[in-house]
């Protein structure tokens, strides 16, 4: 168990008339090697939790306990348990401060007190995971890349610090359909090959479906529904009550199903969906 | 640290105080705020405390959330109390070294210091109690007499609203980029006052260039909706005053003209 919660509650502006409950009894079990989607409707209190997850917010109360370490406890070293956890925000980009993209990327190890060489060997290998070149953007001003590879540079600037857990706030809002395939691409990559826990936030049903195994759903600050991912996708009717949707393609099959075709109705990704539809063509051909 | 700041946030309600015309309300802060400075001795405050704790209560803002907009010039109020204590000259009470604290001193420091902070209770209730919207009409109108002389009363207002307007946003923006340096491992709270600067740059770096493009995307949605300055503008909401703004300043008058007079009585 890398990170556990327990019994976890928040509260905005406690004692004015802005008070608001954003999270509510979250108790949370992630499993390190996981793949973890995190989805809910706006102001669900997503970001909220995620926040906590790294100690920049201090809950209310309950209990987080990152890696064995309980971070809500007094004395715990926040530095180290940020480091664990790397936290990707929503548009990241709008973080960058450096003249290059070298300095910026080394900005978190840096801070982390290591010596040159190491940030040099992490900066690189942390801009290969995302798929920027070293050589030709080091020494580039972040300002002058596109919104996909400033995103790209930010997302490194974390992973330089070789998290064990990374954590990303949707990060392919606001992007182009390329953009988002390469940085979902890159994300899918940085989880089979280096093995890192993943918790992804994501409004996109067809990117949860396409990358996590297993899916929270947040409500209104609790933790609506659990489960792998095909568990929950199949509950939809639950799902369109709590203001979300299932992946289109799940949709359509569920639909064609519907109108007497046996086929699977859990089918999550459009590839699935065409391996199931040939068989049931053969099928039915065959019959 | 960001929160502490109430001053220009605004405290929804629905009462006398908030549904008072904003002029009304400008006017009568400036009597206030006026009305201060006649004061010379320590008896008239007693109606100044009154008057503010009156105020308060009828606009229904929790005791706290005044007190607190106190915070952030909590060091003003320090420093002038010090110097005020150090610096008058007369009976000597004890001595610290070269300092010498007089009895004139401490009387003057105390006056000072509660001058202050009843300036900025009384005028942080009137941001509390007034949208910043309904405040810079009601600027925009006080000042559109002057407008004849040249004054650009319009564009004051529009440059205040939209300044107003953007603080919760950078405050909003401060806090996120300040979580996103923090969970990279910057430390913005410890350190000497060097470090400290320093620290700061990976967080106004990214505040300024947002702002600058906040800015431009304004001017440019302003533009697309052909907006000019104040002529001929009709507006959604009029300022009408009723009985209750006539009532309310006609009794500020008289306390005004009351507190001015403890001077020369």
Redesign the interface.
């Known amino acids: 168990m890398i990170i556990k919660t327990e019994n976890l509650n928040y509260i905005y502006?406690p004692?004015?008339?802005f008070e608001k409950k954003a999270l509510d009894n979250i108790n949370l079990n992630i499993e390190e090697g996981d793949f973890v989607g995190l989805i809910g409707h706006t102001g669900s209190g997503k970001s909220t939790l995620v926040?906590h997850l790294?100690g920049?917010i201090k809950p209310t109360s309950g209990k987080i306990i990152v890696d064995g370490i309980d971070i809500t406890s007094k004395g715990a070293n926040l530095?180290e348990v940020?480091?664990k956890v790397?936290?990707v925000?929503q548009y990241?980009e709008?973080?960058?401060?450096e003249e290059t993209i070298y300095k910026d990327i080394a900005?978190?190890a840096k801070?982390?007190g290591l010596g040159e060489e190491e940030i040099h060997r992490r900066v690189k290998k942390a801009m290969e995971l995302v798929g920027l070149n070293f050589e030709a953007l080091k020494d580039r001003s972040p300002?002058e890349l596109s919104g996909g590879q400033k995103r790209r540079v930010a997302i490194a600037?974390?992973l330089a610090?070789k998290p064990k857990v990374l954590v990303l706030d949707e990060p392919t809002a606001g992007l182009d359909p390329r953009g988002r395939d390469e940085i979902l691409g890159k994300i899918q990559k940085l989880y089979e090959e280096e093995g890192i826990t993943i918790i992804l936030v994501s409004h996109s049903m067809e990117d949860i479906a396409k990358l996590v195994n297993r899916i929270i759903v947040m409500h209104k600050g609790k933790v609506a529904m659990e489960g792998k991912t095909r568990e929950i996708f199949e509950q939809a009717e639950k799902l369109e009550e709590l203001g979300l949707g299932i992946p289109q393609i799940t949709s359509f099959m569920r639909a064609y199903k519907r109108k007497g075709n046996q086929v699977r109705d859990d089918i999550l990704t459009v590839e699935e969906a065409k391996e199931e539809l040939i068989n049931y063509l053969r099928r039915k051909g065959n019959a | 640290m960001l929160k502490d700041i109430t001053i220009g946030q605004y405290f929804p309600g629905d009462t006398f105080v908030h549904k008072l015309d904003p002029r009304i309300k400008i006017l009568i802060i400036i009597m206030f705020i006026t009305s201060l400075f006649f004061i010379d001795s320590f008896f008239p405050y007693i109606f100044i405390l009154g008057f503010i704790l009156f105020s308060i209560k009828i606009s229904d803002i929790p005791l706290k959330f005044v007190l607190k907009g106190l915070k952030p010039l909590a060091l003003i109020i320090s420093i002038t109390f010090i110097i005020n204590v150090f610096f008058t000259k007369g009976e000597v009470l004890f001595k610290i070294g070269p300092l010498s604290i007089t009895k004139e001193g401490l009387s003057q420091a105390t006056f000072m210091a509660l001058r202050l902070i009843f300036l900025i209770t009384g005028t942080s209730l009137l941001t509390l109690t007034t949208s910043p919207i309904s405040l810079t009409d009601g600027i925009e109108k006080l000042l559109s007499p002057f407008k004849k002389i040249g004054l650009p009363a319009h564009e004051l207002a529009m440059m205040m609203t939209i300044a107003l307007r953007f603080i919760p946003t950078l405050l909003e923006e401060t806090d996120k980029i300040m979580k996103a340096q923090m969970a990279r491992g910057a430390d913005f709270e410890s350190g000497n006052v060097i470090n400290r600067a320093k620290n700061l740059v990976p967080l106004l770096v990214p505040l300024f260039i947002n702002a600058f493009r906040r800015a431009d995307e304004l001017a440019i949605a302003m533009e697309a909706r052909c907006y000019r300055g104040g002529e001929n503008r009709t507006r959604l909401n009029e300022l009408k005053l009723n009985k209750q703004d006539i009532l309310a300043i006609s009794i500020m008058g008289i306390f005004f003209g009351f507190i001015v007079s403890t001077r020369y009585i």
Not at chain 1, 94 to 97: A, D, K, P, Y
Request: hydrophobic share 40%.
């Open positions: 502006n004692n004015t008339p926040q790294n920049l530095k940020r480091q790397g936290l925000f990241p709008h973080q960058l401060f900005f978190g801070n982390l300002f600037g974390v610090m």
